[in-house]
């Protein structure tokens, strides 16, 4: 759809810088335009200056914004990749030159025809378009020709791609059903440079997702994606060291490997409990010095994320609540969209893009407004969390009777903070499974089949913990 509408402006306007907007989104600041032309103008950068990236701000957010809809740990990371020779492509709410997509920088001047339909496709009013000379045919005030618009469809049209470099050297790129991201990473590749600016008036306003099953499914989409530029040759840890500086390269490899976070997540939700379960010491006693090196290890990250959010003029709530969300994501979405982005890659499976739903259901929005977490997702979603949360309040419960009657609780202690954390910070999973009785509960059958599922994860566990 980008390019088809690329294409299309080249003919109608053929304006060198373009707005890039998600049809949810709207301009809430007039001047942006001139706060972009500002950098894209400046003599010193302009050469290189591919495009003006823009936070993304929402209309809707409510104060506890329980979803973590505005997605606050994202932006610190383009402002920090910003000192990098700019901050990746966000998808929505930034200028772009229209040269950059189009990559005439390295078009020959004596190019012939043919060479540049291979690239470009067959419309020859579009290769015009492509001199720095050109004016369109229509001005605002024009009424196009019949020639015109059958000119206009045929660039518009689903086949107009086929055997060119569109989506592959021209244009948004194709090759990951995250374009922007994959499209940042080849113009950076290319020589452009990008620049985060974040006004103290927000320039775009947007609809955020407001109901959970809509953001794990979008989360879901995003981290396929992102599997599918980290597992091919296009790795940002190969392809980009070469291209880039090795600092960049690393910072677009943080996106797209952080996602494997939820194979130590997983493996800290199960193990430590199951050994808890079966009297298996894994850490350091209290006593122990290196008990001290664990406690420094987890204490140091809470109290870095804890400083963030206050400067950044959030609560202590929202700590609870990033955490919260980062775990709810590491154990549905990076699991899932991992296995889909592999099974797309190696063509087991059909690689879609579905807009996020962000139609407004009055009982979800009423929840989100007033900090009640709605449970009405897709079984294969919640399923993973519930039986988690079950597993760890039973090795909880179990563990604090069985090591407080033996008087064993400094050998355990660790053991027996890791599931009193996870219970304490998803404690809206516990009021869902057993205490609500609204709409937006967990599902009964979903808590059974989570039950059922935690049964056998501790049955095949002692099996091999005894074994």
Request: aromatic letters at 14%; proline letters at 4%.
């Amino acid at each position: 759809m980008y390019n088809l509408q690329l294409r299309v402006s080249g003919l109608i306007s053929n304006f060198p810088y373009i707005l890039v907007l998600d049809c949810d989104m709207y301009c809430n600041d007039p001047t942006s335009a001139c706060q972009a032309m500002c950098f894209f103008l400046d003599p010193k950068i302009s050469s290189k200056l591919g495009f003006v990236q823009f936070p993304q701000k929402f209309h809707n957010i409510s104060e506890n914004d329980i979803y973590d809809s505005q997605l606050r740990f994202f932006w610190p990371k383009l402002e920090g990749m910003d000192g990098l020779r700019g901050s990746l492509l966000a998808g929505t709410g930034f200028y772009i030159k229209r040269e950059a997509l189009y990559q005439t920088s390295k078009v020959q001047k004596d190019i012939d025809l043919v060479q540049l339909q291979k690239a470009f496709g067959p419309s020859n009013d579009f290769i015009k378009s492509l001199k720095q000379n050109y004016k369109p045919n229509a001005s605002k005030v024009e009424v196009f020709s019949e020639v015109s618009l059958k000119e206009i469809r045929f660039l518009a049209s689903c086949g107009y791609d086929n055997n060119t470099k569109w989506g592959k050297e021209v244009g948004f790129r194709y090759f990951s059903v995250l374009e922007d991201y994959f499209t940042g990473f080849n113009l950076h590749c290319n020589g452009w440079i990008s620049v985060y600016l974040n006004p103290a008036r927000p320039c775009f306003l947007g609809s955020a997702t407001t109901n959970l099953n809509e953001i794990l499914v979008q989360y879901t989409r995003w981290v396929a994606g992102l599997v599918e530029v980290a597992i091919s040759r296009f790795s940002p840890l190969i392809y980009g060291p070469l291209r880039m500086s090795t600092l960049q390269s690393m910072g677009y490899a943080e996106f797209a490997y952080d996602i494997l976070i939820f194979l130590p997540i997983y493996c800290l939700a199960i193990v430590p409990q199951l050994c808890l379960l079966h009297g298996i010491h894994l850490y350091p006693k209290v006593s122990n010095p290196f008990f001290t090196v664990f406690s420094f290890l987890f204490l140091s990250c809470q109290l870095k994320h804890i400083q963030e959010i206050f400067s950044t003029g959030h609560s202590i709530r929202t700590w609870a609540i990033e955490q919260r969300i980062w775990m709810l994501r590491s154990l549905t979405c990076y699991m899932y969209g991992t296995l889909n982005g592999i099974l797309e890659m190696i063509g087991l499976r059909e690689a879609n893009f579905l807009p996020t739903d962000k139609a407004v259901n009055d009982e979800q929005y009423k929840h989100y407004q007033m900090g009640i977490y709605d449970f009405q997702a897709s079984v294969l979603l919640l399923a993973p969390l519930c039986t988690l949360y079950i597993l760890n309040l039973a090795a909880f419960i179990i563990g604090i009777t069985k090591f407080f009657h033996i008087q064993q609780l400094r050998e355990m202690f660790i053991q027996l903070f890791i599931p009193l954390f996870g219970i304490l910070i998803n404690y809206p999973l516990f009021e869902g499974m057993f205490l609500r009785k609204d709409e937006g509960r967990v599902a009964p059958s979903v808590t059974l089949l989570s039950a059922a599922l935690c049964i056998i994860i501790l049955y095949f566990g002692s099996l091999v913990l005894i074994y």
